[in-house]
């Protein structure tokens, strides 16, 4: 059985942000923008959720968690932009569990909201986006 | 400068804006899951969704999340949002139209930024998203 703490941490995940999945992303928006290699245009502003549930590099990871998928979903989303990303970057995402809290459904179901704080920073080592990401797990939480 | 950007000077509180998407469908739920690489099968297995108690399957919520940052993006630039929030309301479903709808609540002149309200309804009138965003907008001028 996994304990739940806040401030427990996740783990980190190095990838290149790459013409092919910025465009691949893009049009998955309804963007149609013309990116390209050379081009100065920051990515799409959710592009970094193509990042959200890859596997952590180092010690922690998301299935460590202990969520069941049948009784989670995304409640809320939310992100602070520090910087462009742009391509060809680099980023590495430093992920941290930064709330726990219990609560009830609009039905009077126990449920628990989850909070997922992921920090990125360039290959430059400056912080660019800061995102934050709410989990609802519903029915067994404990 | 005619970038198509929307300026300061142009913008207003109360001010708004809106975005229509007339017919939501499973290709855009199947591009999202591989473009994100979010492949949750309740937003594309329909046996699934449905043994999960679901008419259908539905539509990822970043898929609506980011639809509605390429609008802003649009509306205000590339690189303008400043901070952008949203709460996931109420499912979309397969062939759903949804309205987008920014509303500008706060206007910084000092900080050249704007604050806005945003949500989506389907065509029920049903409120499915509901968020914020702060956007830096040019001078103009």
């Known amino acids: 059985v996994t304990v739940l703490s806040a401030n427990t941490d996740l783990g980190s995940t190095t990838f290149p942000v790459e013409l092919g999945k910025v465009r691949e992303f893009a049009a998955a928006v309804l963007d149609d923008a013309d990116y390209r290699a050379d081009s100065c245009r920051p990515?799409?502003?959710?592009?970094?959720?193509?990042?959200?549930?890859?596997?952590?590099?180092s010690e922690g990871s998301q299935p460590e968690l202990g969520l069941s998928a049948g009784t989670i979903f995304h409640g809320e989303q939310e992100f602070e932009y520090l910087g462009d990303i742009l391509i060809g970057d680099t980023l590495t995402a430093r992920s941290r569990l930064s709330g726990i809290s219990n609560s009830e459904t609009g039905d009077g179901q126990d449920m628990r909201l989850i909070t997922v704080e992921s920090r990125f920073s360039n290959q430059r080592g400056e912080e660019v986006l800061v995102s934050r990401t709410v989990i609802v797990q519903t029915g067994g939480a404990s | 400068v005619s970038d198509g950007r929307v300026r300061l000077d142009e913008l207003s509180e109360g001010d708004e804006c809106s975005w229509q998407l007339p017919t939501v469908t499973r290709s855009h739920f199947v591009r999202y899951?591989?473009?994100?690489?979010?492949?949750?099968?309740?937003?594309?297995?329909?046996?699934?969704?449905?043994?999960?108690?679901?008419?259908s399957v539905f539509a990822p919520g970043m898929l609506m999340a980011g639809a509605f940052a390429t609008y802003l993006t649009?509306?205000?630039g590339p690189g303008s949002l400043r901070k952008y929030r949203v709460r996931f309301t109420g499912q979309v479903w397969p062939n759903?139209?949804?309205?987008?709808?920014?509303?500008?609540?706060?206007?910084?002149?000092?900080?050249?930024?704007?604050?806005?309200?945003?949500?989506?309804?389907?065509?029920d009138g049903r409120t499915v998203l509901r968020g914020n965003a702060v956007a830096s907008v040019g001078p103009g001028g």
């Open chain 2, 74 to 76: 649009n509306w205000f």
């Open chain 2, 33 to 55: 899951a591989g473009a994100s690489g979010d492949f949750n099968p309740i937003h594309h297995d329909d046996d699934l969704a449905r043994a999960a108690g679901f008419p």
């Open chain 2, 96 to 123: 759903d139209s949804l309205c987008f709808r920014a509303v500008v609540r706060r206007k910084n002149g000092a900080a050249r930024t704007v604050a806005l309200e945003l949500s989506v309804a389907n065509h």
């Open chain 1, 43 to 57: 990515v799409p502003p959710t592009f970094s959720m193509t990042v959200a549930l890859w596997p952590s590099e």
